[in-house]
């Protein structure tokens, strides 16, 4: 049986060897191939945040196998970012009557994204 296996063997290399008789050593340049992204942008939508008064209600809607994060910023302080993962909701505990705006950021290990933010109580949100 291994005399066979090396004799099959054998007999590839030969022809291989024959059939590149008079080829160059050198395969031949070729122009560049244009790239496309890997991936395509990530697209996520935060929907319009539900007020209720001790906590908010976040949801939002995108691809299932990134992560995300929500970014909670109350009005007057530095934004606290909350990992959610593959989570497509949140429920954030608030102070009431207090401003806050919200956003989600996804990432899917290559590409990272933000949505616009989203005001509850008139705030004025800025990215």
């Known amino acids: 049986m291994a005399a066979t296996v ?10 291989a060897l024959v059939n590149r008789k008079g080829q160059t050593e050198t395969p031949p340049l070729s122009a560049p191939t244009p790239t496309t992204p890997s991936t395509p942008a990530l697209a996520v939508k935060l929907n319009p945040p539900a007020d ?8 939002w809607s995108g691809p299932s ?5 929500v970014v909670i910023a109350q009005v007057g302080q530095p934004a606290v970012v909350r990992l959610v993962y593959k989570h497509t909701r949140y429920r954030v505990a608030v102070v009431p009557g207090i401003q806050y705006c919200f956003a989600v950021q996804a990432t899917d290990g290559i590409n990272k994204m933000e949505t616009d ?10 990215r």
């Open 117 to 126: 933010p989203r005001p509850v109580r008139d705030a004025q949100c800025e």
């Open 65 to 69: 196998d990134v992560n995300y994060a």
């Open 52 to 59: 209720h008064s001790t906590y908010v209600d976040l949801t």
């Open 6 to 15: 090396v004799v099959a063997a054998a007999v590839i290399a030969t022809l």
